[in-house]
């Protein structure tokens, strides 16, 4: 994996509002970052409370994207409000970034957040897997690069995985047994360019589609409930949040 430059840490201070957490995301958690690829930063802030309670409302998204040190940086935040939904909403973009664990900044409601987690997976988290891979898949085809490849790989084996086990890992490099043998070869390749093209592979389709249905038939044996049961307790939090606005 490439080194993270050490000054991600000062990013939060730079913020114009609190953040509850913000973490790496992209090709640095997937496994396969480039010699060239930007840092993709994800998270959560925390509007105060009157900018939600009265007529003015702060934003519910904030993205941010600005160059350091030859370095790309893209900063994507949610209000903690909006964030919960999110999760709730068997979203697996914002659970993946929940529980990166590549953190560049922390809080004690990022903690709770990781313990409300759990409660917050279904096996309707497939739908968000199987949809994902079907862009992927789809870019692929279009451009031919090894990117979009790698990422129909990489979110069919976290799906699987996800509804096998009830564990999100989102690093490829630690799924390898659900995919074909020529994998790391391609994650290999992936780490000289960014937009490199994929090398040629045979039995592509039959590798994809074998995995597409390994997904659905995890989904549909999953031991994983059908609905979220943390609402009340993200609730609870987003409603002890907002007074200290700042002070997060």
């Given at each position: 994996m490439n080194t993270l430059p050490g000054w991600l840490a000062e990013?939060?201070?730079?913020?114009p509002y609190a953040l509850a957490f913000a973490t790496v995301s992209g090709a640095h958690l997937y496994g396969f970052p480039s010699v060239d690829s930007d840092v993709d930063l994800r998270g959560a802030h925390v509007l105060p409370v009157e900018e939600v309670a009265g007529l003015l409302d702060g934003p519910g998204t904030l993205d941010r994207t600005w160059t350091r040190d030859g370095v790309e940086v893209d900063l994507v935040t949610h209000d903690l409000a909006k964030f919960c939904r999110l999760l709730l909403g068997r979203n697996g973009y914002v659970l993946e970034q929940l529980l990166s664990p590549l953190v560049?900044?922390?809080s004690p409601l990022r903690e709770e957040l990781l313990a409300l987690a759990p409660a917050c997976v279904t096996r309707h988290h497939a739908h968000h897997y199987l949809g994902f891979a079907r862009t992927q898949w789809g870019l692929f085809g279009k451009t031919g690069e090894?990117?979009?490849?790698?990422?129909?790989?990489?979110?069919?084996?976290?799906?699987?995985?996800?509804?096998r086990t009830g564990?999100?890992?989102?690093?490829l490099t630690s799924l390898y047994s659900?995919?074909?043998?020529?994998l790391p070869d391609l994650v290999e390749a992936k780490r000289t360019a960014e937009h490199a093209p994929a090398p040629a592979t045979p039995d592509l389709d039959t590798d994809v589609a074998r995995m597409t249905a390994a997904l659905e038939e995890a989904r549909d044996s999953s031991p994983l409930p059908d609905r979220a049961t943390a609402e009340r307790a993200l609730h609870d939090l987003v409603v002890?949040?907002?007074?200290?606005?700042?002070?997060v």
């Open positions: 990013v939060a201070g730079e913020q560049v900044t922390s090894l990117k979009p490849l790698l990422y129909t790989f990489r979110v069919l084996a976290t799906g699987t995985h996800l509804m564990e999100l890992v989102a690093d659900y995919g074909p043998a020529y002890r949040a907002r007074p200290a606005g700042s002070r």
